[in-house]
C-alpha cells in the first residue's frame, strides 16, 4: 500500500513539473513577443540595411525565470524567501528583484488559495523590508514582473509555482494540487482562509485605528 501511494505521489509530481515546464515555455515565448513589440530600435545608417538594436532591458527580460518549485533549491547567491513570503489564504508565486536609484528592490505576487483566484502584487520593498511583503494591489505581472507599459525587466523572477500563473486556463483547478505539495513540505499556512485584499485592508486600517484611540487615551 504504501508503494502504490509513493508511485502516485511520484507521478502527480511527475505531472506537476511538465505543466511546469510546457507554462515557462508559453511564459517565454510572451516575453520575446513583448520584447520585439516593445524593446526593439531601429537604426539606419548610410549604405547599411536596417540593423535591429536591443537594449540592456530586452537581454535582461529574454532570461529565463528561475523556477523554484516546492522542494527544489534555487541558485546560489539567490536568497530563498519561500518560507517567509507565504500568507494565510494565498499561495506565492513569485517574486522579482530589480535596481533602483535606492538600491535592490523586491515585489512578491501571489494568487488566493481558495475561492475565486484573484491575484495580488505587494509593493516595491527594499531588501530589509521584504521578508514582511503583503499584498497591497491586484497585479497580473507575475509571469514578467513587469507591472506597467515601459518598465524594465526585472533583474530576475522566481517562479514558485508557475503552473499557477494566469496564462494557464487551469490554474484555479491546479491550486489543490500545489497545495497538497505544499503541505507534504511541512507548510503551515492556512490555505482554507479566504482573503479578499478589499477586506484585509479595511481590517488593518481599522486596526490601526483602534491603535491609535488606545494612544491618544493613554497620553490624555
Same mark, same amino acid.
Given at each position: ?115 475565486? %483566484? ?43 509555482? %508557475? ?58
Amino acid at each position: 500500500m504504501e508503494k502504490t501511494q509513493n508511485l502516485s505521489n511520484i507521478a502527480a509530481e511527475l505531472i506537476i513539473q511538465a505543466k511546469n515546464l510546457q507554462c515557462l515555455a508559453n511564459q517565454l515565448a510572451k516575453m520575446m513577443d513583448k520584447i520585439n513589440k516593445r524593446d526593439h530600435g531601429l537604426k539606419i545608417t548610410g549604405d547599411q540595411s536596417n540593423i535591429i538594436s536591443f537594449s540592456r532591458a530586452a537581454a535582461s527580460a529574454a532570461q529565463a525565470p528561475i523556477l523554484a518549485i516546492p522542494g527544489k533549491s534555487l541558485p546560489r547567491g539567490i536568497y530563498d524567501y519561500r518560507p517567509l513570503l507565504q500568507r494565510d489564504g494565498l499561495i506565492l508565486l513569485a517574486w522579482d528583484k530589480r535596481m533602483t536609484e535606492t538600491g535592490e528592490c523586491y515585489t512578491a505576487y501571489w494568487v488566493t488559495s481558495t475561492g475565486i %483566484p484573484r491575484f495580488y502584487a505587494s509593493k516595491l520593498l527594499s531588501k530589509k523590508e521584504f521578508f514582511s511583503a503583503r499584498p497591497d494591489h491586484k497585479s497580473y505581472a507575475a509571469e514578467d514582473g513587469i507591472e506597467f507599459y515601459g518598465q524594465k525587466a526585472p533583474d530576475y523572477i522566481v517562479h514558485t509555482a %508557475p503552473e499557477l500563473m494566469m496564462s494557464n486556463p487551469w490554474h484555479g483547478k491546479l491550486r489543490a494540487e500545489h497545495i497538497k505539495i505544499l503541505k507534504q513540505q511541512k507548510s503551515t499556512v492556512d490555505f482554507n482562509y479566504k482573503y479578499l485584499l478589499k477586506t484585509e485592508k479595511n481590517r488593518n486600517l481599522s486596526l490601526k485605528k483602534t491603535k491609535n484611540d488606545h494612544h491618544h487615551r493613554a497620553g490624555a
